[in-house]
């Protein structure tokens, strides 16, 4: 029995089964971009902890965010990073701000609202607390679904909170792992206690690093790409106080073990064209030197150097007004409290001496700082005062809580504003200030930051020494030793708290690496793909049977559509050759018909003859749809045809011929005018099932009586439905009702009646109906019979 | 003058002799023909109307492909009539109920009518419409 081409449904879906199934291989298969980046030195953990320092962070955007933007007129970022919250002003009347979420926030996949945000700010706040770091509010309080206001302890805290309040995350732990409100998400992280060995993604460090057993640390950052696309971060920590001790028995010295990792870097760098090792961070010294040898002796010149950029660094100033003995005993209080090898992991530098960059002759303060005595005398003008503003009062706290300062100089914090006032009058005693590395190539514009503490007038041999070298390394001849003599000199007055400039190493394919900000651009990390590293033998073999699979498939389906293309191509053939001659017989009754004179014996055989011809011209196009109705329904899906009494206008003219011949009473009730519907069916089809149940109406009349044919229009959900109602035979009502749209089924009433058909009529507007998706069903069998016919609605047409 | 073309001479002959009642017409019996009228610019003024047939055999320079074997020839007939800027109404006569085709003609500007819903008594008035439009 024919039947819709289902089998070619099936068939689709099992290319697309095959299809998902390959991509589904392929993202599986497929190695994510990724890009390595090892962290040297003494940063023992790969993932910044959870305070975020805003200068060192460089991962900050990717999975944490800052809880609000920093104040308008503050930039802790040369790259400002998306905030989870906007920010107001601090109220006047008692110093609260209130954060604003942005929409759609979300904390790894789960939706956030203020409710939820406030007992995660309370879990920060609780860590806070542990590293000794202030809690920048005293109450937090919900207002509404999307907005959280801060209220300090006293209103006069509003502004130093505003801008605590921009090193604040909104962060969850998730296992190992944190789970954060930015786009990329910490997949694979190191347990305490784990070797960094016994990590999935060991294999993935570059082996000269992995030798050395200086890795301490290894994390994963990943983020989607596209639709099936990863991106990675490799994160690596290196510390060489980690590396192995050689020979038995004996450690290695600090000098060793650095060299010993920097031969390690040396080895990843001179190896590593082609390979994923991609950033490393963290030089200084002779290590910056043989970089820079092995990138000017690598023809592909696949590295370069770059110095941190952007970051302030903390130093200790004393004031220049005091005689030297003050300033040598407070100087040497701060170098007691930072030359604890522990000082700098705090603030993710290294424990050395000198925190210049060392390309240039290092510094060389005092060492060791020697146990000076409080000095005897100290001028009245100036108090006995660590000064510094609230940004750094963690930093201010350490190193006086770590000295002998907090026996004779007590801690002054101020507001940023207030802070430079007393600075600028000379109103302290030691100052804790941050310089900022203005330009990304050259230490001599630290140089020219430093100076800014000692005023030109009291100190001009150093100002013009400091110009005479400036201009000198403007015009690439820096007197090196004159140089390092100057910076030397400083030691006088400057003692360094916090990381200088460090040097990193970039791959020259790096993509999403802002030099300037160094950090990684989030939506643009862009690297080589590896494809299926860590593909096995099955995988391939996998892979391949997937292939042949679909191009196997692809060869059945065209295959298949060339033999339908025949087979409509002689279905058509069949028709047109068919047709043909019954329009021709038309065309002789017309012109029959046309002639004057003519006899009405003879007229009445002319429009006999039109109307058979027309009766088998109608079965011959049924006989197409019911060879072939897919190939009769092709594209008519996408057409549309308007439903309206006027459009079934030629059906009805052809019926009420036939009526006329047949001497038949014929009754239409047709629907209102003005009832107009779009349905998604094209004129033809929609013709020949219009007519297909007229003639049903019609055909199956009771003989003797008026034939009465109703047909109503209106619209459902989704639906155009045309009901079709006849007084006629009707159906029997022993039988199921789908039985009659099976075809080839003949009721018995219509033989006891004696009426002649082939039973296909019915199947023939199902076939029609279905094919353009929609249904068809004999709602009533008898007085009156009732079928219901539901077209889908045409698409809204395009305004132009 | 009216242009006919269709290679069925005797079955289409009432639709011309209906035609050809009021106005001058010319049968071309073959895609030959038809392409060298269409040539034919000085001919063509002279047209007012053309006429074709939707599924002929397919002759050179026309091609199978062009043509899908024969079925769509008129359309690609068509095409390339209007391709060589004749800018006047043509009708699609044909035996086919194909929509798709019906609607790239319509698309067109042109008309789609089928034989056997329009007797040649019926199409005198299509082409009347046509002539007047």
Redesign the interface.
Do not use: F, N, V, Y
């Given at each position: 029995m024919p039947t819709l081409d289902l089998l070619g449904s099936k068939k689709t879906g099992l290319t697309l089964v095959l299809l998902s199934l390959g991509l589904f291989g392929l993202a599986s298969l497929r190695e994510p971009e990724t890009v390595v980046k090892a962290v040297v030195r003494r940063q023992l953990h790969a993932l910044p902890p959870y305070v975020l320092s805003t200068d060192s962070d460089r991962f900050l955007g990717l999975v944490l965010e800052p809880l609000c933007p920093p104040p308008p007129d503050q930039r802790l970022l040369r790259t400002p990073v998306r905030a989870v919250a906007s920010c107001t002003e601090p109220d006047p009347t008692d110093g609260s701000v209130t954060a604003r979420l942005r929409p759609g926030l979300r904390l790894h996949r789960k939706a956030l609202t203020s409710a939820e945000v406030v007992p995660l700010l309370e879990a920060w706040a609780e860590r806070a607390k542990g590293i000794d770091l202030p809690i920048p509010w005293e109450t937090i309080r919900v207002e509404g679904a999307a907005s959280v206001r801060f209220i300090p302890s006293r209103p006069a805290d509003g502004a130093n909170m505003r801008l605590r309040l921009a090193e604040v995350v909104i962060v969850d732990q998730d296992g190992t792992c944190r789970r954060g409100t930015g786009a990329w998400r910490e997949v694979a992280c190191l347990p305490d206690g784990t070797s960094p060995s016994e990590s999935p993604h060991w294999k993935e460090v570059p082996p000269a690093l992995r030798d050395i057993g200086a890795v301490t640390d290894l994390a994963v950052l990943e983020r989607r790409s596209g639709l099936l696309g990863r991106k990675r971060i490799l994160v690596i920590g290196l510390d060489y106080n980690a590396i192995a001790v050689e020979p038995a028995g004996e450690s290695p010295t600090d000098v060793e073990r650095s060299q010993a990792l920097a031969g390690a870097v040396f080895d990843a760098l001179g190896a590593t064209t082609g390979a994923p090792l991609h950033l490393l961070r963290g030089f200084e010294g002779d290590q910056v030197q043989r970089i820079e040898a092995l990138r000017v002796e690598s023809s592909g010149h696949t590295w370069e150097l770059f110095n941190r950029t952007g970051s302030r660094t903390a130093w200790a100033v004393a004031n220049p007004g005091l005689d030297e003995v003050n300033r040598r005993w407070l100087l040497n209080e701060v170098r007691r409290a930072v030359n604890n090898p522990a000082w700098f992991d705090g603030y993710g530098g290294p424990s050395v001496r000198s925190l210049l960059p060392s390309v240039y002759t290092p510094v060389h303060f005092v060492p060791p700082p020697a146990d000076l005595a409080w000095p005897d005398s100290w001028p009245e003008t100036i108090p006995r005062t660590l000064l510094t503003h609230t940004f750094w009062e963690p930093l201010a706290r350490r190193v006086h809580g770590l000295s002998d300062l907090r026996h004779h100089v007590p801690l002054q914090i101020n507001p940023t504003s207030s802070e430079a006032t007393f600075r600028n009058a000379g109103k302290y005693a030691l100052s804790i200030l941050t310089v900022e590395a203005l330009d990304r190539s050259h230490p001599t514009r630290t140089l020219e930051n430093l100076l800014v503490w000692l005023p030109r007038a009291e100190h001009k041999a150093l100002h013009r020494e400091a110009d005479r070298l400036m201009a000198q390394d403007a015009e690439g001849q820096l007197d090196r030793q004159a140089f390092e003599r100057l910076l030397t000199s400083l030691d006088a007055y400057i003692v360094p708290l916090s990381s200088p400039p460090i040097y990193f190493a970039v791959h020259q394919d790096l993509q999403g690496w802002d030099a300037y900000a160094e950090r990684l651009d989030p939506d643009d990390v862009r690297l080589r793909s590896r494809w299926f590293r860590n593909a096995e033998w099955w995988s391939y073999g996998l892979f391949g049977l997937g292939l042949l699979a679909l191009v196997t498939t692809w060869r059945v389906r065209q295959d298949r559509r060339e033999r339908a293309a025949a087979v409509q191509?002689q279905v058509?053939?069949f028709?047109?050759d068919l047709?043909?001659?019954?329009?021709?017989i038309?065309?002789?009754?017309?012109?029959l018909?046309?002639q004057r004179g003519l006899s009405d014996p003879i007229a009445e055989v002319a429009r006999t003859v039109?109307l058979e011809a027309?009766k088998a011209?109608q079965l011959v196009?049924d006989m197409?749809v019911w060879v072939d109705p897919n190939a009769a329904l092709?594209?008519?899906r996408t057409?549309q045809t308007r439903l309206w009494a006027q459009g079934m206008e030629?059906e009805l003219q052809h019926l009420r011929a036939r009526a006329t011949a047949d001497g038949v009473d014929l009754r239409l009730d047709l629907p209102a005018s003005g009832t107009e519907i779009e349905a998604a069916i094209?004129?033809?089809?929609c013709r020949r099932l219009i007519q297909n149940l007229l003639d049903n109406a019609y055909k199956f009349r009771k003989p003797g009586n008026p034939v009465e044919i109703r047909v109503r229009l209106n619209q459902t959900k989704g639906y155009a439905v045309l009901v079709f109602e006849d007084r006629g035979i009707g159906f029997d009502q022993d039988r199921a009702s789908s039985s009659y749209f099976e075809g080839g089924v003949r009721g018995q009433r219509a033989l006891d009646a004696g009426i002649s058909g082939q039973g296909i009529g019915l199947r023939i507007v199902k076939d029609l109906v279905e094919g353009v998706g929609g249904e068809v069903a004999l709602l009533q069998s008898q007085d009156p019979t009732r079928i219901e016919v539901r077209l889908p609605l045409a698409l809204p047409k395009e305004q132009p | 003058m009216i242009l006919f073309v269709d290679d069925e001479t005797a079955r289409s002959a009432r639709w011309r002799e209906a035609v050809a009642e009021r106005w001058t017409v010319e049968h071309l019996d073959s895609v030959e023909k038809a392409l060298a009228a269409f040539g034919d610019s000085q001919k063509m003024q002279e047209v007012l109307l053309v006429v074709l047939d939707l599924a002929m055999y397919t002759a050179p320079p026309m091609t199978d492909k062009e043509t899908d074997l024969g079925r769509l020839t008129g359309d690609a007939l068509r095409k390339r009539l209007r391709a060589s800027g004749w800018k006047g109404p043509i009708i699609v006569l044909t035996n086919s109920r194909d929509d798709i085709i019906r609607q790239s003609v319509e698309r067109d500007g042109d008309t789609f009518t089928r034989k056997p819903e329009t007797v040649p008594s019926a199409f005198v008035e299509v082409v009347r419409g046509r002539l007047h439009s």
């Open positions: 191509r058509d053939g028709h047109h047709t043909s001659p019954l329009s021709a038309r065309a002789e009754a017309d012109h018909l046309t039109d027309q011209i196009d197409k092709r594209m008519e057409l030629p094209g004129p033809s089809t | -």
